[in-house]
């Protein structure tokens, strides 16, 4: 058999082994959630389940009436609050940033490489230092259990700034000079020249801070306390307090946490591949 061809074949199986034995939590989270109560507290734990069964997902999604009052676990109205949260977060996310990036990369200013070298230095501080002078300032703000208070701080992601310029850099002066010397103003410039071209990355990115924001878990801890503002994170997490020894539930739960955000990345797959792989424009 030709070296090469082995070559090829020993390194797919090797790929796909690796992919395989990273699917398979992920495939017995699924089967879990579908087991009947008690099922995978066996040992072995069982990875089928022995009579398909939807009770998990009803007991968190069906609402229903108990001892006179309305109970579904919090997770439908944390679903709607993560997602809502989570677009809200991205849309403005992106009006902040992309533009911001641009500013950084092609725009003189005074002030631009000092203010570049303070975001470069934030960005290697841990975010959970900033979280109590933060929690304090929004507290004197009034926007304490509030959605803006869960939405505010991700506005202006440096890493997404960063991110921005980067690529941006890529894109000749000398198509920006051009558009100049023809009239256009600088929005004429960043709105018809340069976001058709930055496109793929403002996709990657938005699934970068779509997924950030649904996956946050210790900022909606602290500045919510109200119940029916929970994120799903945090209602999964009240949850888990509430049935620790409840395996199949918990597995439901984290199901309905991750098919939003699978379901984004598949949609949107092509670009944010592509806007991984594009490292620079060429002019």
């Known amino acids: 058999m030709n070296r090469r061809l082995l070559r090829t074949i020993v390194s797919n199986a090797l790929v796909a082994s690796i992919a395989g034995l990273t699917l398979v939590p992920l495939v017995w989270m699924v089967t879990v959630s579908f087991m009947p109560r008690g099922e995978s507290s066996h ?3 069982p ?10 997902y009803h007991e968190l999604l069906v609402r229903r009436l108990i001892d006179g009052a309305w109970f579904d676990y919090r997770i439908m109205p944390a679903l709607w609050n993560s997602l809502g949260i989570a677009l809200a977060a991205t849309v403005l996310g992106l009006l902040l940033t992309v533009p911001a990036g641009y500013a950084f990369a092609k725009l003189r200013f ?5 203010l570049l070298r303070l975001l470069i230095a934030a960005l290697v501080v841990p975010t959970q230092v900033a979280m109590l002078p933060l929690f304090l300032a929004f507290k004197e703000l009034g926007l304490v259990n509030s959605y803006a208070g869960v939405i505010l701080p991700g506005l202006a992601a440096i890493f997404a700034i960063l991110f921005v310029r980067q690529t941006v850099l890529g894109i000749p002066d000398e198509m920006i000079d051009a558009a100049r010397l023809d009239g256009a103003g600088e929005v004429r410039i960043f709105v018809s020249i340069v976001l058709p071209l930055l496109m793929p990355i403002t996709v990657t990115l938005a699934v970068f801070l779509f997924l950030a924001s649904w996956n946050d878990f210790l900022w909606p801890l602290i500045v919510l306390s109200d119940q029916h503002r929970y994120t799903l994170p945090v209602a999964v997490a009240a949850i888990a307090r509430e049935h620790a020894g409840d395996g199949e539930l918990m597995m439901a739960a984290a199901v309905v946490t991750t098919v939003p955000v699978l379901l984004l990345f598949l949609a949107l797959q092509r670009y944010y591949v592509s806007g991984l792989l594009g490292g620079s424009i060429k002019g």
């Open 43 to 45: 040992f072995p734990p």
């Open 47 to 56: 990875f089928w389940p022995s009579r398909w069964s939807w009770e998990n």
């Open 110 to 114: 005074t002030g631009r490489e000092r």
